[in-house]
């Protein structure tokens, strides 16, 4: 498997993960409430966790060139919602242990 992630400092992170996964439910699988997304893209599988501080967003695909398209799923929409905020991150190709679990429950079906 391969995998990306994120962290963005924000105190609106909430409101990402809400904006974002609704958007996504009308075209793509998706799962969400104020501190968590699950979202099945075609590419591959991404997972969004926010905190008082901040957005981490985690993401599987079964082949490497598939996590592009995901990041530019992501980036995209980010920055047309964000509109006055300024976001600043760059994606990883690690994710941590505890979450890969997650991630693959989503990729064996875990999301309808």
């Given at each position: 498997?391969?995998?990306?992630?994120?962290?963005?400092?924000?105190?609106?992170?909430?409101?990402?993960?809400?904006?974002?996964?609704?958007?996504?439910?009308?075209?793509?699988?998706?799962?969400?409430?104020?501190?968590?997304?699950?979202?099945?893209?075609?590419?591959?599988?991404?997972?969004?966790?926010?905190d008082a501080d901040g957005?981490?967003?985690?993401?599987?695909?079964?082949?490497?060139?598939?996590?592009?398209?995901?990041?530019?799923?992501?980036?995209?929409?980010?920055?047309?919602?964000?509109?006055?905020?300024?976001?600043?991150?760059?994606?990883?190709?690690?994710?941590?242990?505890?979450?890969?679990?997650?991630?693959?429950a989503l990729a064996d079906?875990g999301l309808a």
């Amino acid at each position: 498997m391969n995998y990306s992630s994120t962290r963005i400092s924000t105190p609106q992170a909430s409101k990402y993960i809400l904006k974002l996964c609704r958007h996504f439910a009308h075209k793509v699988p998706a799962r969400f409430s104020e501190h968590e997304g699950q979202v099945r893209f075609v590419q591959g599988q991404c997972v969004l966790k926010a905190d008082a501080d901040g957005l981490n967003i985690y993401m599987q695909a079964d082949a490497p060139e598939k996590i592009p398209g995901m990041h530019f799923i992501i980036d995209d929409h980010l920055q047309r919602f964000a509109r006055t905020e300024v976001l600043a991150y760059a994606w990883e190709a690690t994710v941590p242990e505890a979450v890969k679990a997650e991630l693959c429950a989503l990729a064996d079906g875990g999301l309808a």
